[in-house]
């Protein structure tokens, strides 16, 4: 065996360069970055983070293969986009590796999407993902004012898209114009548009700063990642959000941006949008004085007509001067009128008075009257009072004769109800069970005082009680089959019952 042909571990081998780790990194490393230097990578982002350091760590993959990446924080901030999980990217940088790990990455310094359909899918992605949560809904959009007092304006203070509003705007009808300058492209550029817009809506009308009526946010042509600031949730969320009605003038007629569809009105330009946002004030001075014109013309008319009316009922009218004459001789023909019937209304009435007097008789005449009057009153008063008393006397009789008759015929009344009652009394006594007693009979009942009504009810060795009209006795039933109980007390004999001559009530047996 030759000493080439020799394993690497083999003793004959002592000449072999021996390396230690870090020496075999930093080998690895110039190799790889001598061979490659800058390269062009195209695949798919992947787990893209930004911890707090600010660099942004991600993967490109594609089917067969993934490749870790690197964008240091001042880098990322110069890209204008956003890496974002899925996105089809075109990477520029250099590929290094990283000892720490053993493996290798780019340091990415350009990023650009792979293509101009995956940024549009992307932008149409958000667009649905957004419409769905009903920030695009016709009823959030706020009508513009006729005529805006204060105008809010956010895009570059750097720009033309400032001037060509200023001057549209001093050309129609010149507005208080508030710019709030923000970047409209680049990393930075969405975050100042969202902030310039809450700014504007935080502002109070009774602040030194004014609150604008309308707010323009604009920007000049450019290609689509150029306008992507616009396109950017955090802009279209504020946009939507603003209660301050929003004009979206981004790039050109054609160009149309997801702020577009958030905002209260859409301007094909930034020019169209000062457009939209005032009226001209030339045409509201001719229209004013047009008005004008055809209102004092109305007037006029108005005038003309009132007058002609006026002066046709003048005319049917007559004359007033001999209209007040007619009525003031009729007025003092009805007064002497009036006169002369109060005059003949008093006579009347004096005449009236003369002859009731006439026919009125003198008091003295009237008093003897009364007096004799009252003479015969008291001649028929007495005559009824001695009348009266005849015809008391005779009732006095009368109601001692009949007092004496009610008392007879109460005691008889008394008698007969007497007799009625002792009657009913002695048949209550004759269905009374003591009678039947006297008669020899026996009431037989238990210890606890009911009665038994059979001999199957007596159970041997029982105490019963024996109830006689004179008295009771206690027995011992012995044998229940009929066997005469043993007497505690001699029985005294019944005494005979007397009948009375009227009692029609028989024995019962």
């Known amino acids: 065996m030759s000493e080439d042909s020799a394993p690497p571990d083999s003793p004959l081998r002592p000449n072999l360069p021996e390396y230690s780790v ?9 190799t790889v970055e001598g061979a490659f230097g800058y390269v062009r990578v195209r695949g798919e982002i992947s787990r893209p983070s930004i911890p707090g350091s600010g660099h942004c760590y991600l993967r490109l ?60 899918k992307m932008i149409e992605e958000r667009r649905q993902r957004l419409a769905a949560e009903g920030l695009f809904d016709p009823a959030r959009k706020r009508k513009l004012p006729f005529l805006p007092d204060v105008i809010g304006v956010v895009t570059s203070p750097t720009g033309a898209v400032i001037r060509d509003i200023l001057h549209r705007l001093a050309d129609r009808f010149p507005r208080h114009v508030l ?9 930075d550029a969405a975050a100042q548009i969202a902030e310039a817009i809450r700014g504007f809506n935080k502002l109070s009308p009774g602040d030194d700063v004014p609150r604008p009526d309308v707010l ?26 603003s209660v301050i009605p929003l004009i979206s003038a981004v790039g050109h007629e054609t160009d149309t941006t997801l702020i577009d569809f958030a905002a209260s009105v859409r301007a094909p330009t930034p020019t169209a949008a000062a457009e939209m946002a005032v009226p001209v004030r030339a045409e509201l001075l001719a229209d004013l004085l047009r008005d004008e014109r055809r209102l004092v013309s109305a007037l006029r008319r108005l005038v003309e007509e009132r007058r002609t009316r006026v002066e046709g009922l003048g005319r049917g009218l007559g004359d007033p001067r001999r209209l007040i004459e007619d009525y003031a001789q009729r ?18 009435r004096r005449a009236r008075v003369a002859e009731s007097f006439a026919r009125l008789a003198h008091p003295r005449q009237q008093f003897e009257r009364a007096k004799d009057l009252l003479k015969e009153r008291a001649a028929r008063l007495l005559a009824a009072y001695r009348g009266t008393g005849r015809l008391l006397g005779d009732g006095r009789a009368r109601v001692g004769e009949l007092g004496g008759r009610l008392q007879a015929a109460f005691a008889r009344r008394l008698d007969r109800l007497a007799e009625h009652l002792a009657a009913r009394g002695d048949l209550l006594e004759s269905f009374s069970y003591a009678r039947v007693l006297e008669r020899g009979f026996v009431l037989v009942h238990d210890a606890a ?14 105490t019963l009680g024996l109830r006689f009209h004179d008295g009771e006795v206690g027995v011992r039933v012995v044998d229940a089959g009929g066997a005469a109980p043993s007497r505690t007390k001699a029985r005294t004999p019944a005494k005979p019952t007397r009948k009375r001559a009227d009692d029609k009530q028989g024995d019962l047996l």
Not at 23 to 29: F, Q, R, V, Y
Not at 179 to 187: D, K, N, R, T
Not at 451 to 462: E, K, L, T
Request: hydrophobic residues 50%.
């Open 22 to 30: 870090g020496e075999l990194s930093a080998a690895i490393k110039r």
């Open 61 to 120: 993959k594609d089917e067969s293969a993934v490749l870790d990446a690197v964008i240091w924080k001042g880098t990322l901030a110069r890209l204008g986009l956003r890496p974002e999980e899925g996105m089809e990217v075109v990477c520029t940088g250099r590929l290094t590796t990283y000892a720490g790990k053993s493996s290798y990455q780019l340091i990415v310094d350009r990023m650009e999407l792979a293509g101009a359909g995956a940024l549009l």
């Open 179 to 187: 710019l709030w300058p923000v970047a409209v492209q680049g990393e």
């Open 216 to 241: 323009i946010v604009a920007r000049g042509g450019g290609s689509l990642e150029d306008l992507m600031a616009f396109n950017e949730e955090i802009v279209v969320r504020a946009a939507a959000a």
């Open 331 to 348: 007025l003092d023909d009805r007064v002497g009128r009036l006169r002369l019937a109060a005059a003949n209304l008093v006579e009347a």
């Open 449 to 462: 005082g009911h009665p038994v009504m059979s001999a199957a009810a007596a159970q041997p060795d029982a």
